[in-house]
């Protein structure tokens, strides 16, 4: 439907996420098909658009402690995130944590833990 360029144009313009760009124009086609083409309905619709999947985009940000039992991960997981954010392993993580907190966490519980909010790690070739 769309050449990658633009769809990242429209991304950058609309402020979403490349992957939801398509779910908007096929809302915002499906808009104007039962509201009608006039101006004011259409700004309308991607204001209701728009704000339904900035909604949709913070629920996928929520960090999922479901399962996790270690107190240190649950204490650090937003530092966690963000490490491997930055480009650090489970192992480089595991040894960050004993440096700093002075916690022992193993690499196969924070490499567990990343896998299950893989969401909120930021993809380098996106």
């Known amino acids: 439907m769309f050449t990658k360029n633009n769809i990242e144009k429209l991304s950058n313009l609309l402020g979403?996420?490349?992957?939801?760009?398509?779910?908007?124009?096929?809302?915002?086609?499906?808009?104007?098909?039962?509201n009608g083409d006039e101006l004011p309905s259409i700004i309308k619709g991607i204001n209701v658009i728009l704000q339904d999947i900035k909604i949709k985009e913070q629920?996928?940000?929520?960090?999922?402690?479901?399962?996790?039992?270690?107190?240190?991960?649950i204490t650090y997981a937003k530092e966690i995130i963000d490490l491997a954010n930055k480009g650090f392993g489970s192992r480089k993580i595991a040894n960050y944590i004993a440096t700093k907190h002075k916690i022992k966490v193993g690499?196969?519980?924070?490499?567990n833990f990343l896998k299950q909010n893989k969401h909120l790690i930021t993809d380098k070739n996106n």
């Open 59 to 73: 629920q996928e940000k929520k960090i999922n402690l479901e399962g996790i039992k270690h107190k240190a991960i």
């Open 16 to 34: 979403i996420k490349k992957k939801n760009v398509t779910l908007f124009t096929k809302r915002l086609q499906n808009w104007i098909r039962t």
């Open 107 to 111: 690499y196969a519980t924070i490499y």
